[in-house]
């Protein structure tokens, strides 16, 4: 019988020869050579399938179980390796092994997430992010799980499955997918004004970050550092982006979110790829038992700040990460991320909700990888020793086990070192981790404290630290979503208890609602007028960093564009650390003035000028001409004009520019003046290009 598929395949008839490196022959998983991975064992060329064909029963057998079940939170995630080193030693503060010296290097892997969508949901909903990084130190592995945002909704961790089944896609109809900007989720914020703090952060730019380079990152809640002394210093955990912080237009994210649903995926994976490396600074907010006690919140209330200009951020560490994973799902989705490991000399304190999660995450990795053997995973191996950290104990068995004990000594103590026989490890009271020894005592109450009721001082904290634009968007953000409720007392709800956040923030809202403002929610605390904050903003804050460093310049070129002025261009926008993306009608070969061909990076349709920081055009007359009739032309520029962006452009684009209704202003430059122009966006542009609440 001849089998047509026969021909592309080599080794048929030759001499006998076993699959090694040298000879990659394609086996089963028990190790059997395949001879045909085209078709199914059959009976006869066109008779039915044989069930004892094990080739295919295996390879279909294991490609059913390939998934494994998401993360009921975060479950969309992208990661990188790096390493973080120290730059300002805490010896006296931590016995950490990470901390002890200036210049000492830590393996890291990082994982960003969003949280309510899906793992295969886009990059770019409004939402917070995930900030996860897990430390392979000399001393074990510390996961420090952290997010994007400084606080968190909820105070007390059993809250979680409530807000979490609120926030996702609804029960019944399965939707929005995510999204907050529903019934439910905002039922849940409005009924919980502990909340009222958070739902300020995440109607902010925050929500809506530029690239995972350009997010600040947080612990959230206040740990414990520990010395040799046995001393304790209570810590908040900060990161802070080299890249500076950028976040996008909400009509920009969305229309990243069609045109590029992986956008900060794939942002991630190039940046690493040229060299670009993601990179931020460690920094400790250090403080003691009486500065807690001096501040008119609970250190212990993780819906709460300690303001920067009270106590200033100490730089200890920078992290780089420079290797983007090998394979997504060996290490991207089966990292297992458990902030109850910690390292000798860090701690928690009693913050309700961290230790509610210390529980959690060794208990959702079980029923996520399936087995207690999930620190035997590659990249969640404690290697921060060459060969791997020596970890060693009785723990036996269980499913998938890797590890092949020798010996007796499957307990301790035990006497078998006086007859020979290896005994096994043993505790090291002088070196192992020791619980700081805090004193506790009280009755058993599930009652919330005193020191918890204040919901609404720190979010007009927020409110009032804010730069005006930065205003203008969260109250447009309040509009967007609680116009999506449907249920009108939801609505009613929400804006009574912003009533407490800010009059001029509600009377906003409600007016771009055209609803009417109610009354103010009872309060269970005075709100008290702190200090605003200027460190918590992006816009004109002190993050804000105006550069090209980084950051992506697309450049609209065509048919008879000039080739002298594209390669200055490129040229200055590379000088300037920034990455030329050419986009043009057809990417195959562009013609250019002087003759010459070039391929574009991007076509038009496919790199709208949402995906990109900055905008140049650079036409010939006749491509202007013809470029004024292609409506993905006129809305890239009307776009980028749309989202604050820098538009350079030359003498012979300026037709299409006028077509999409750019304006002059000080962001659109000729293409002298654009790689200065292009460093940053224009945020006065905001008032003249759409109406804000
Ligand atoms: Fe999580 N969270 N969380 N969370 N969380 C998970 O663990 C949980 C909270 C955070 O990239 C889950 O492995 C509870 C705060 C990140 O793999 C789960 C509570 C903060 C990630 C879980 C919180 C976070 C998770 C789901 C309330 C910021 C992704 C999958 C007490 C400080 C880590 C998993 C990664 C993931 C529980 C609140 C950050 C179910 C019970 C606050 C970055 O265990």
Request: net charge negative.
């Amino acid at each position: 019988m001849t089998d047509i598929s026969a021909p592309d395949r080599g080794h048929g008839g030759e001499t006998h020869q076993v699959a090694d490196a040298d000879h990659p022959v394609l086996t089963t998983n028990h190790g059997t050579p395949v001879s045909d991975n085209q078709n199914q064992l059959k009976a006869g060329a066109r008779g039915p399938v044989l069930l004892e064909d094990e080739v295919y029963r295996e390879k279909i057998n294991h490609f059913d179980h390939e998934r494994i079940p998401e993360r009921i939170v975060h479950a969309r995630g992208s990661a990188a390796h790096g390493y973080f080193e120290c730059t300002d030693s805490l010896a006296d503060i931590t016995r950490a092994d990470l901390f002890q010296k200036k210049g000492q290097r830590t393996d890291v892997f990082v994982r960003f997430s969003t949280v309510a969508g899906g793992a295969g949901s886009v990059d770019t909903p409004r939402d917070v992010r995930g900030f996860a990084v897990k430390f392979y130190t000399r001393e074990g592995n510390w996961d420090l799980v952290g997010n994007n945002i400084p606080i968190f909704f909820i105070q007390d961790a059993i809250k979680f499955p409530d807000l979490i089944h609120a926030a996702k896609m609804e029960a019944d109809r399965g939707y929005p997918q995510a999204a907050t900007a529903h019934d439910t989720f905002w039922d849940f914020i409005s009924l919980m004004p502990e909340s009222t703090h958070m739902a300020l952060w995440i109607m902010s730019d925050r929500t809506l970050p530029r690239t995972f380079a350009n997010m600040e990152g947080f612990g959230i809640h206040t740990f414990r550092l520990i010395n040799l002394e046995g001393k304790s210093t209570f810590v908040k955990f900060h990161w802070k982006p080299k890249a500076g912080l950028a976040s996008t237009i909400w009509d920009e994210t969305v229309k990243v979110a069609g045109a590029d649903p992986d956008f900060q995926r794939r942002d991630l994976f190039e940046r690493i790829g040229r060299g670009d490396y993601p990179e931020w600074e460690l920094g400790v907010q250090l403080f003691d038992q009486a500065f807690a006690d001096s501040q008119p919140y609970d250190v212990l209330d993780a819906t709460k700040i300690i303001p920067e200009e009270v106590l200033p951020v100490r730089i200890v560490g920078r992290m780089v990460l420079d290797r983007y994973p090998d394979n997504y799902f060996a290490e991207t989705e089966q990292a297992a991320f458990v902030p109850s490991h910690v390292v000798p000399g860090i701690g928690f304190s009693n913050d309700p909700l961290l230790q509610g999660r210390l529980f959690s995450y060794t208990d959702t990795q079980l029923s996520r990888l399936g087995t207690v053997n999930f620190h035997q995973i590659p990249i969640n191996q404690a290697k921060g020793r060459p060969g791997g950290c020596p970890f060693m104990n009785q723990q036996r068995d269980g499913h998938m086990q890797m590890q092949v004990p020798k010996g007796r000594a499957n307990y301790e103590p035990n006497s078998l070192a006086k007859v020979g026989e290896p005994a096994g490890a043993r505790e090291d009271p002088e070196n192992g981790y020791r619980t700081y020894p805090s004193q506790e005592e009280g009755e058993k109450l599930r009652i919330r404290p005193e020191s918890f009721a204040d919901h609404y001082s720190q979010a007009r904290l927020f409110w009032r630290s804010m730069d005006p634009a930065e205003q203008a968007h969260i109250a447009s953000a309040f509009v967007f979503e609680l116009s999506k409720v449907s249920i009108e007392h939801i609505r009613v709800a929400m804006m009574a208890n912003l009533r407490n956040v800010d009059e001029d923030l509600a009377r906003r809202v409600a007016e771009g609602l055209a609803m009417d403002l109610p009354g103010a929610s009872p309060t269970k605390a005075p709100i008290i007028e702190m200090a605003p904050s200027p460190a918590l903003r992006i816009v004109r804050g002190p993050l804000e960093k105006h550069t090209l460093e980084g950051r992506t310049v697309g450049i609209l070129f065509a048919d008879g564009s000039d080739a002298k002025e594209l390669k200055a261009l490129k040229d200055a926008v590379k000088a300037a650390g920034g990455h030329p993306i050419t986009i043009a009608p057809k990417v195959g070969a562009v013609p250019l003035s002087d003759g010459s061909r070039v391929k574009a990076d991007a076509q038009l349709f496919g790199q709208p000028s949402a995906t990109v920081d900055a905008c140049a055009v650079v036409l010939s007359e006749d491509a202007c001409a013809k470029l004024l009739k292609e409506g993905a032309a006129v809305q890239w520029v009307m776009d980028a004009f749309g989202h604050l962006k820098a538009i350079g452009h030359n003498a012979a684009a300026k037709p299409l520019l006028d077509k999409a209704g750019v304006e002059a202003d000080e962001g659109v430059t000729d293409l002298a003046g654009f790689v200065e122009a292009a460093k940053k966006r224009y945020w006065d542009r905001e008032a003249k290009v759409r109406t804000l609440a």
